[in-house]
Nanobody, 124 residues
């Protein structure tokens, strides 16, 4: 079992930045690629970014490409999401999770061990 705890969310003006953290405990963190998803009110949970086990491979949703950066520190069992040039449409609860299934990794169904989420609100 792996437990995830997200932090770093908050209220920021459009154009601002936030850095989210996801601390993992339990089974070996480095065993899994990790992903960030977000969910806005009334919408489905959507893929934001994914990072491989050794940080060599990263993938982003088109909506955040060039603005967000995913990274991980396996020594600290932590994955990060640096968010720059934030827009009001980035407002959502952000979740991290472990990519445990060898299916389409942009789908939430490919992930387990979800954290409780951290709220990001971007004002215009």
């Amino acid at each position: 079992q792996v437990q995830m705890v997200e932090s770093g969310g908050g209220l920021v003006q459009a154009g601002g930045s936030l850095k989210l953290s996801c601390a993992a405990s339990g089974r070996s963190f480095s065993d899994y690629p990790m992903g960030w998803f977000r969910q806005a009110p009334g919408k489905e949970r959507e893929f934001v970014a994914r990072i491989g086990r050794s940080s060599l491979n990263t993938y982003y949703a088109d909506s955040v490409k060039g603005r967000f950066t995913i990274s991980r520190d396996n020594a600290k069992n932590t994955v990060y999401l640096q968010m720059n040039s934030l827009k009001p449409e980035d407002t959502a609860v952000y979740y991290c999770a472990a990519n445990t299934q060898s299916t389409t990794w942009s789908l939430a169904s490919a992930y387990d061990y979800w954290g409780q989420g951290t709220q990001v609100t971007v004002s215009s």
